[in-house]
């Protein structure tokens, strides 16, 4: 478990400050010595800069990271911030930081007109169930929440938010690899591939990539958890050879279905992306109907010479936000973008356990 706290700042150093990184004590005795060093700065209660200073700066692989691990923050605040946490905690959460709001005490009847954002702590934790707020009526019991917080903090099942659209998915490509693809454009998908593949966390417990090639054949060339590591698994799609021969997507898909999404872990989101670039000689439909009610999210790539009604068929419902086109291959990249967000909202919108 990873775990950091907001310190506030003083008057003339309202933007945030690392008191002790992850990185810098390998000791509970030690943390707490110098956890009892730090000195009450005073100011404002920032907690909007704090969490954005947290998401871009702290976690991370210089800081001490561990990938492994649950990413935790514990806010402490007093009262309410003083700048907006919403869209700050909204970001945060889907770099999959588990965020609790620990709130002492509030604003009294007096000082409510001065909130900068009313209801904060809803805005700011994963979903307004309680588990991950804990409100505190005065600084006297703020030892009594202590345990609350560290059960809460231990129950990893429950901690959904590092549950995020960058490291929830299985993740299959399905790439065409006929001769009217060429070479040289072949190399061009894989770019395409890499490029989607490396906005993802890769590893065991995060995103796996699994990756088929067809022609009249299919051939798997590497598996879901294959690859854990994204630099293996980015050199692992730029060795996939170009294949050569025909186009039969209809059964590619059914044997991305057999060879991969009959292997995906039951929490993970199934998620398959085919590229194309001309008509299959087999039916599509079928097949694509079959994957869509195994749960799987599937998107359809078309390039030159590919069929808009095939695209159409294979992709998940609607389709204008699941099947693209472009004429040329040189064009995929301006796809990766529109991809990777439109996932990250469907992840979203989806409710939390």
């Known amino acids: 478990m990873q775990i950091t706290c907001y310190i506030k700042t003083n008057v003339n ?26 000195t009450q700065k005073g100011g404002q209660s920032n907690v909007g800069k704090a969490l954005s200073y947290i998401n871009k700066l702290y976690f991370s692989d210089a800081t001490g990271n561990r990938g492994s691990a649950p990413n935790v923050v514990v806010v ?35 000082e409510k007109h001065n909130l900068v954002e ?48 960058l490291n929830a998915n299985d993740i299959a ?10 070479t040289g454009n072949f190399r061009t998908v894989l770019q395409f591939v890499a490029n989607v593949t490396r906005e993802f966390e890769i590893s065991d417990t995060d995103t796996r990539v699994g990756a088929v090639q067809y022609t009249y054949e299919q051939r798997l060339e590497f598996a879901f958890g294959q690859y854990n590591n994204k630099a293996e698994l980015l050199n692992a799609i730029k060795r996939i050879n170009y294949w050569s021969g025909g186009t039969s997507t209809g059964a590619a898909i059914t044997y991305a279905a057999e060879q991969l999404f ?3 872990k039951p929490n993970k989101r199934k998620i398959m992306i085919v590229i194309t670039d001309g008509r299959s000689y087999d039916d599509v439909r079928a097949p694509a109907l079959a994957v869509h009610r195994q749960g799987v999210i599937a998107y359809s790539i078309g390039i030159a010479w590919a069929a808009q009604d095939e695209l159409e068929y294979i992709a998940t419902d609607p389709d204008k936000e699941h099947s693209y086109f472009v004429d040329e291959f040189d064009n995929l990249y301006k796809y990766v973008p529109k991809i990777i967000q439109n996932i990250c909202q469907e992840f979203n919108s989806q409710p939390r356990n």
């Not at 005795?29 to 009892?36: E, L």
């Not at 869209?87 to 604003?107: D, H, K, Q």
Request: neutral net charge; contains cysteine; charged residues 25%.
């Open 13 to 38: 150093y309202d933007d945030p400050i690392t008191e002790i990184s992850l990185k810098s004590y390998s000791s509970s005795r030690d943390v707490k010595a110098a956890v009892d060093k730090i």
């Open 173 to 182: 490509f399905v790439i065409d690899g006929s001769s009217s693809v060429g």
């Open 76 to 110: 402490l605040v007093d009262g309410w911030p003083t700048d907006k946490v919403e869209e700050a905690s909204r970001l945060a959460r889907e770099s999959g930081i588990n965020i609790f709001f620990v709130t002492i005490e509030g604003p009294d009847e007096n």
């Open 262 to 264: 009959s292997k995906s």
């Open 118 to 165: 009313a209801n904060f702590v809803d805005k700011a934790v994963c979903r307004t169930n309680g588990f991950f707020s804990l409100p505190v009526s005065s600084w006297f019991g703020l030892r009594k929440a202590v345990q609350p917080l560290v059960k809460r903090v231990c129950d990893t099942d429950r901690l959904v938010c590092s549950k995020t659209c």
